[in-house]
């Protein structure tokens, strides 16, 4: 049987109290999370699966990455003042 593989960018967040969050631009409502960075990305990519099979059993277009878009840091210099 002849597969299909999609790639899709994740965005890894480190929670304050441990762990990972992960989120899939390209797919709303898509997310998971993982003890470790590697338990994260593990579990996204089952979510990933997921719910993409639910959109095909859906009959929905199954979105691809926008390769327009992009996830870059950006630094901004604060006053010295607290703002908080």
Do not use: W
């Not at 109290?17 to 989120?23: A, D, F, K």
């Not at 470790?36 to 990305?41: H, I, P, R, S, V």
């Not at 996204?44 to 390769?67: F, H």
Request: hydrophobic share 40%.
């Amino acid at each position: 049987m002849k597969q299909k593989v999609l790639t899709y960018d994740v965005v890894f967040e480190e929670q304050p109290e441990g762990g990972y969050t992960v989120t899939v631009p390209a797919l709303p409502g898509c997310i998971s999370e993982g003890d470790t960075f590697e338990d994260a990305k593990v579990n996204i990519a089952d979510a990933i699966t997921l719910y993409v099979e639910d959109m095909i059993a859906d009959g929905e277009e199954v979105p691809t990455e926008n390769k327009s878009t992009f996830i870059a840091p950006v630094s901004v210099n604060l006053p010295s003042s607290p703002i908080m």
